[in-house]
């Protein structure tokens, strides 16, 4: 069993959408994954036409992975909390106690 940081720095639907797959793949191989949100990768969860984002890290989520998003990204955007808030203290605690960071 790994420890995967799964970070999403990019809103592309395509990128998020694949980050979310494999991390999906990971929980089913027993990984443990968080995926952390940053830059314009806080704004992935809103879907597209082609791409169900949302649906795909709720199926994340409830198969056991954690979503946290980068508070100070979000709140230069205006945004409303679109997962748990978090900060650069938790992201550096995830990198480091982790054994792969995989970007997106």
Known sequence: MAKLAVVISS???EKAWN???FSTLALGKKDEVSVFLMNSG???LVDSE?????ALSDKFEQNGGKVLACGTCVKNRSMGNVCEI???ETFYNLVTESDRAIYF
């Not at 082609?50 to 949302?54: A, L, T």
């Open 50 to 54: 082609k791409y169900d984002v949302k």
């Open 19 to 21: 980050a979310f797959r």
């Open 42 to 44: 806080v704004e992935c």
């Open 86 to 88: 978090s900060n650069m």
């Open 11 to 13: 809103n592309e639907p």
